[in-house]
């Protein structure tokens, strides 16, 4: 869940070691999909025959896992994979606010302590580059290795093209190799405490400028209307790359603005356009007028906690951040949290940038074939319906379980979610431009909204950030 997602990845902690790492010159990508033939070099073609689940038994694989309810669910469910397979999973849990150190060093130290692990789709811009991820095409298209039944087609085909990259800096997703598989992933929307907004008489802003004035709107009247405290709108503030990824960056993309614009093999900063720049007052202000007090310290865990007490009105965020709170008996709020898509652009445009949980295999791991079958396994049908409906992996990155009756059931206590998520779906992609400063950029990008927000000059602030990262990335 983006609940225990994005600001507390500490990644950029370790940003001189991947730095330091030599780039080595990614073998075999190629498309995962239709087409294409064995013979790029790939462990994949080393299996032959017909396919087996049982033909590394007696195998241990080594995982290392963020701890997150999508680990839950799978590790609750490994006993099926053994008995299936004849494979032993040995597993290491790390709390997110040091997992991305620890992976990162595993890989960059080249020991391959791990075979498979998690990770998030922008991870591949800076793990891939210097050849430390598997690519999974060549597994994907050998009948060998891959069942029929695990069914590529039957993933969101945004999910898959988000982990798939040439590996060059601007280039766009969804080709070259397949560096990780989508797990699980959260599309960002505005829920909202219907109680407050039936008090007020409001109804969910179809544009930006009506989001603004309702955020106002409950700030200044839910305290007289028995909400002591509550103010309108919870968005993360914190200076992380994390605050820029999940409302900020959807309602950016939704009026049709870029981070950078790509000729070639430049990149151009592209947040100080005029209308870029107009956007970014127009958000600064929205928190101003509408958002908490402390609002420059605000991570995902602050605003979704926030949603949950009743102390704000709307959460414009990842969908799990506020679904963990709206579960019956979760908080306060629960049982009073409807979703919705969220205020479309100017042209209707209802873009939304996402965070995916995926899963890749190490390039070092000296047991590809039985890590395979593992990952087959874990990103199928099988085990992620089972993992939907009875534990809380959610969203589905599968279709048949988007569409499956008894997950709709378990969500239809959720005012608005399911409506919600068919809405946005396929208008849910990376709105990034992939390249390895990613994570420097955003971070950036966030303590320039915070000094807007503390009353900068907007022009003058996002001109010089936009100067700094054309050094930086240019």
Not at 234 to 245: D, F, K, L, M
Request: glycine share 10%.
């Amino acid at each position: 869940m983006d609940t225990h997602a994005h600001d507390r990845r500490r990644f950029l902690a370790l940003s001189a070691a991947v730095a330091a790492a030599p780039l080595l010159t990614a073998c075999g990508a190629g498309f995962g999909g239709d087409g294409g033939a064995k013979g790029d070099g790939s462990a994949a073609d080393d299996v032959t025959g017909s396919f087996d689940w049982r033909r590394e038994k007696g195998t241990t694989v080594k995982a290392l896992l963020n701890k997150h309810p999508y680990t839950d669910a799978l590790i609750a469910d490994l006993k099926s994979f053994t008995e299936k397979t004849g494979i032993k999973v040995e597993y290491d849990v790390f709390p997110e606010d040091n997992y991305f150190d620890k992976l990162t060093v595993d890989l960059s130290s080249g020991r391959a302590s791990y075979d498979v692990f998690m990770l998030g789709a922008y991870m591949v811009w800076q793990y891939g580059p210097p050849g430390w991820l598997e690519d999974l095409g060549p597994w994907m298209r050998n009948s060998s290795a891959t069942e029929a039944d695990w069914d590529q087609a039957d993933f969101f085909p945004n999910l898959l093209q988000a982990d798939q990259w040439s590996l060059e800096a601007g280039a766009p997703l969804g080709q070259g190799g397949q560096y990780a598989l989508p797990w699980g992933w959260e599309t960002n929307v505005v829920a909202y405490n219907t109680e407050v907004f039936g008090k007020l008489g409001l109804k969910p802003a179809e544009t930006f400028d009506e989001l603004r004035e309702i955020a106002g709107t409950i700030k200044r009247k839910a305290p007289g209307a028995g909400f002591d405290g509550m103010y309108g709108i919870a968005v993360r503030g914190s200076r992380s790359w994390a605050t820029i990824h999940p409302g900020f960056m959807t309602m950016y993309a939704r009026n049709g603005l870029k981070d950078f614009t790509v000729d070639g093999e430049k990149l151009t900063p592209a947040m100080n356009t005029p209308e870029a720049i107009a956007f970014t007052e127009n958000w600064a202000g929205m928190v101003k007028q509408g958002g908490p007090p402390s609002w420059t310290s605000y991570t995902w865990y602050q605003c979704s906690s926030d949603l949950g007490a009743k102390k704000a009105g709307m959460l414009f965020d990842a969908d799990t951040a506020a679904y963990f709170q709206a579960v019956e008996g979760a908080s306060p709020a629960s049982g009073k949290i409807a979703f919705h898509p969220g205020p479309k652009g100017p042209d209707g445009s209802l873009a939304t940038n996402m965070w995916i949980w995926s899963l890749g295999m190490n390039a070092k791991s000296k047991k590809k074939s039985a890590s395979w079958l593992f990952l087959q396994w874990a990103t199928g049908k099988e085990h992620l319906r089972r993992s939907a409906i009875t534990h809380n992996h959610i969203d589905p990155v599968r279709k048949s379980i988007a569409e499956d009756g008894a997950y709709k059931d378990k969500m239809k206590g959720l005012p608005g979610f399911i409506e919600t998520f068919e809405t946005v779906v396929d208008q849910t992609k990376i709105q990034f431009t992939p390249q390895a400063q990613f994570f420097d950029a955003t971070t950036s990008w966030a303590a320039a909204l915070q000094e807007i927000y503390g009353g900068q000059s907007a022009k003058s602030v996002l001109n010089g950030l936009a100067g700094d990262l054309a050094d930086k990335v240019g």
